[in-house]
């Protein structure tokens, strides 16, 4: 961890390569990209990871990481002044940059309100690729060809007959302190979809950008039960939406980004990256670049648990090695040829303590990655034996 010789970035590069070979033939792959602030005992850092997802959910990599630190805006400064110089919304492009086109099919990066910039817009269509972008900024638009007719987008958008309703489930919502602040509910909402012209800042320092066009979809919840904030989603997208199915098919793109909360979860309450006691910026870099891996694998793996694909044993053998099914079979009395990625899954947790019991929710992330640590060991010895072998036998 401490060979300042290797970039943390290049301890990813296998496996984003392993990630691109497995995007091959996809028509469409999305690129979901977000921030995660690690606090750990060399100081404050934020990670920027953009994962590459199948539009039906299934999570292949990391495509693109990297690291900064957190920036105060100076005192006293200017409008010019902040454009000039390097600031954290710079980070989307820069990833949009790195990742490059995918010339076999569509790349769509999918991202939440912080990246509601123009600049991202238009690094997304320089690289040839796509967006999915929930909106921030109440923006003056145009629509259609009635351009002279200025309107910002909210009041624009919601003035149109609803083209249908999703029935979504939303989940509960914490603030920094881990207290809740909305329950988990299912809701109702509305949407609505149009193809809109944004208009740039008035007074904009670079005066670079221009008007652009993109399509709305707009979801809200009507109806929200008392006492609750209802549901609104502002979704801004170069995918054309023409009609209900095109704009369902955009809303399934953006439920796709919570799969990096949950990715972020792995990373910091299962793999524990902020408990490291490395006291440089840089070697922690580069175990959180480990660690990006292997919380990708423990997502996988509880995906597969959690599918209609969780009794077939078949389908274990994609994202496990063959050592490790034979030592999880062996801890949970099962036979390696038959055990399914569920019991593969609940002999992992129950390995970290959890219990199984009937009304037990599913393995928190904690009792998870005490269980893998703890078979990794076991595989690692399994491995070395498997290596002395050999010697010994001489």
């Known amino acids: 961890m401490s060979n ?31 921030d995660t602030h690690l606090f750990t005992r060399c100081g404050e850092q ?6 590459g997802v199948l539009p039906e959910g299934t999570v292949l990599g990391v495509l693109d990481a990297r690291w900064f630190l957190p920036m105060v805006p100076p005192p006293g ?29 569509r790349l769509i990066h999918v991202c939440d309100r912080a990246a509601d910039d123009l600049n991202l817009m238009e690094a997304c269509e320089a690289n040839g690729c796509g967006f999915v972008i929930r909106a921030r900024h109440d923006r003056r ?51 609505r979809h149009a193809r809109v012209q944004l208009q740039p800042p008035n007074h904009h320092p670079a005066g670079s950008h221009e008007p652009r066009w993109v399509w709305a979809v707009y979801l809200r919840e009507e109806d929200p039960p008392a006492g609750q904030e209802p549901i609104d989603w502002m979704l801004l997208t170069s995918e054309e939406v023409q009609n209900l199915q095109d704009a369902l098919r955009i ?60 009794d077939d044993a078949s389908a274990l053998q994609t994202q496990a090695p063959a050592v490790w099914i034979q030592i999880v079979a062996k801890l949970g009395k099962f036979q390696a040829t038959t055990l399914t990625p569920r019991q593969f899954w609940l002999t992992i947790a129950r390995q970290g303590g959890y219990l199984a019991r009937k009304r037990d929710g599913r393995p928190g992330w904690k009792v998870i990655w005490r269980g893998w640590y703890d078979i990794h060991q076991m595989v690692l010895g399994a491995e070395l034996w498997q290596e002395l072998q050999p010697q010994r036998c001489g």
Do not use: F
């Not at 110089?85 to 989307?92: F, G």
């Not at 624009?156 to 602040?181: D, E, W, Y």
């Open 251 to 310: 809303v399934e793109y953006y439920r796709c980004r919570w799969l990096i909360e949950e990715w972020h979860k792995c990373l910091k309450e299962g793999c524990q990256v902020e408990q490291s006691q490395l006291d440089e910026p840089d070697d922690h870099r580069r175990l959180a670049a480990i660690l990006s891996v292997v919380a990708v694998r423990l997502l996988n793996l509880r995906e597969l648990a959690e599918s209609d694909r969780s």
């Open 77 to 105: 400064e200017t409008r010019l002044q902040r454009e000039a110089r390097w600031r954290e919304s710079c980070i989307w492009c820069e990833a949009v940059g790195a990742i490059g086109p995918w010339p076999s099919g």
């Open 4 to 34: 300042d010789a290797i970039e943390p970035c290049a301890l990813l590069e296998p496996h984003q390569q392993w990630v691109r070979g497995q995007m091959a033939g996809k028509p469409v792959v999305l690129c979901v990209q977000d």
């Open 141 to 191: 638009v145009g629509q259609d060809d009635d351009v002279e007719d200025q309107n910002k987008l909210w009041s624009l958008m919601g003035s149109h007959k609803p083209r249908g309703t999703q029935a979504v489930q939303i989940g509960a919502q914490r603030n920094s302190s881990g207290k809740i602040t909305r329950q988990g509910r299912r809701a109702i909402l509305t949407i």
């Open 46 to 51: 934020v990670q920027h990871t953009s994962l």
